[in-house]
């Protein structure tokens, strides 16, 4: 199954252009950075964005599909609908809007991007996926719960009994990185890229390089693309926290805390 292509203009994947570059996330993981690289390395990633850098035209679609298509990505339950297909293709259409011959890529950064992972793999042929990570222990204590807040209890994820949202923050953020990163790993080899929100900010060369030539843009503009990484003051926050409360961040999170190097395994 793919994108209904009647009326739709995209630029098709070919060798030399392949299909577009999406970038998700938990949301707060630093992805904004990462489409303001791209943008200024010349990938078009829509003309209608908020201050985040989000596509506003994939918002409506994942409001719509995003809870489905995790329902469906757990049961293993065969391709996306015709209709989830038929809504992606306006949502393109009104994307794509704007883009021209002098872009050298093109995308869209959107967090929720990943829990549609597999539809939008199946849909759009040659897609290619950024996953932003960023240390689950400073994202458990992030102000931005509106994933975990939607979609833990779809994972099977329940609260905890003592009601600690960081708690529950650290269990979706393991439990939805390590699908994704399985599925790209697994399935889109060479069409997936992990980045660490902390090895941008704190080995920014050679990360920068790494998105550029994924996205197959000039590497010459890695220097221009480094002046828009700036490091934020809530990296590491987690070493504030009481030591017992850490020891249960770290014991929620063991397996993708271990598997992204954050801590030894």
Partial sequence: MKVPQSGLVIPAATDDRPGPIVIGAVGGSGTRVVADILMRAGCFMGGELNASSDALAFVGLYDRWAAKAL??????????????????????????????????????????????????????????????????????????????????????????????????????????????????????????????????????????DSVLRFAQLPQSLCPACMQLVSAPASIGRWHGVEPSILRQLEMAGTEALCAFGYIAG
Avoid at 78 to 91: C, F, K, V, W
Avoid at 173 to 180: C, T
Wanted: contains cysteine; proline residues 9%.
């Fill in 71 to 208: 329902h469906h990505w757990l049961r293993d339950d065969g391709p996306p609908p015709s209709a989830m297909g038929d809504d992606l293709a306006r949502a393109l259409q009104r994307h794509v809007a704007g883009i021209t011959p002098a872009h050298q890529a093109w995308g869209w950064k959107n967090p929720r991007s990943m829990l549609l992972l597999p539809w939008l793999a199946e849909l759009l042929p040659g897609l290619r996926f950024i996953h932003v990570v960023r240390d689950g222990r400073d994202m458990a204590l992030s102000a931005n719960q509106n994933q975990p807040a939607l979609y833990a209890p779809i994972l099977g994820l329940e609260a905890p009994d003592d009601g600690t949202p960081a708690l529950a923050a650290m269990r979706y953020w393991n439990r939805v990185n390590l699908m994704v990163a399985g599925y790209g790993q697994a399935r889109l080899t060479r069409r997936y890229l992990r980045v660490r929100f902390e090895d941008l900010c704190m080995d920014s060369a050679p990360t920068v």
